[in-house]
Nanobody, 115 residues
Framework: QVQLVESGGGLVQAGGSLRLSCKAS????????MGWYRQAPGKQRELVAD???????NYVDSVKGRFTISRDNAENTVYLQMNSLKAEDTAVYYC?????????WGKGTLVTVSS
């Protein structure tokens, strides 16, 4: 089993910053890519950013230049630094991890940006 535990969500004013963390534990010897997805009310879940075990990153266009994904392989943890937050960034943010050929999800953490 693989567990993903997210932290760092909350309420922030527009223009502010938050840092999300997600720690993987359990049977993770085959941990590969990790990433962050988000789902806003009434919308489909979308990829925000992901990062391979080698550090190659990928971002959705709407967050480029504002969000930074990083990971600590020794701690099996992925981070999402979110700056210049906008109201449209409001969503539940989910951590995802690929272990061997399976994808695992965290329970999500709510980010609310007030305008």
């Amino acid at each position: 089993q693989v567990q993903l535990v997210e932290s760092g969500g909350g309420l922030v004013q527009a223009g502010g910053s938050l840092r999300l963390s997600c720690k993987a534990s359990g049977f993770i010897s085959g941990l590969n890519a990790m990433g962050w997805y988000r789902q806003a009310p009434g919308k489909q879940r979308e990829l925000v950013a992901d990062i391979t075990s080698g550090g190659i990153t990928n971002y959705v266009d709407s967050v480029k230049g504002r969000f930074t994904i990083s990971r600590d392989n020794a701690e099996n943890t992925v981070y999402l630094q979110m700056n210049s937050l906008k109201a449209e960034d409001t969503a539940v943010y989910y951590c995802a991890a690929d272990v061997w050929s399976l994808r695992y999800w965290g329970k999500g953490t709510l980010v609310t940006v007030s305008s």
